[in-house]
């Protein structure tokens, strides 16, 4: 079992930056998807971003040029960096794993994310 800890929210300024983490333990298999996810209050949880353990990303549209994933195979670690933050990014965001064969999926606990304009 796979379990993800997320750090590095808070309160920032529109136009302002902060870098989220996701520390994952346990027994990780190396064929997986890593991924943020967000959730504003009253909203759906939607699709941030993701990265292959190959090192492949995707982006939702509406943070592509702002957000970058990255991971730290060696550190069992993902992160988002968030530049440009704009009101509309308030959420809590939550790290998630993912692997197909054998299938499995693991949430994080999440960190909130303040943005005021």
């Known amino acids: 079992q796979v379990q993800l800890v997320e750090s590095g929210g808070g309160l920032v300024q529109a136009g302002g930056s902060l870098r989220l983490s996701c520390v994952a333990s346990?027994?990780?298999?190396?064929?997986?998807?890593m991924g943020w996810y967000r959730q504003a209050p009253g909203k759906q949880r939607e699709f941030v971003a993701v990265i292959t353990s190959g090192g492949n990303t995707n982006y939702a549209d509406s943070v592509k040029g702002r957000f970058t994933i990255s991971r730290d195979n060696g550190k069992n670690t993902v992160y988002l960096q968030m530049n440009s933050l704009k009101p509309e990014d308030t959420a809590v965001y939550y790290c998630?794993?993912?692997?197909?064969?054998?299938?499995?999926?693991?949430w994080g606990q999440g960190t909130l994310v303040t943005v005021s304009s």
């Open positions: 346990g027994s990780i298999f190396s064929l997986n998807v």
């Open positions: 998630n794993y993912r692997v197909i064969i054998p299938r499995n999926e693991v």
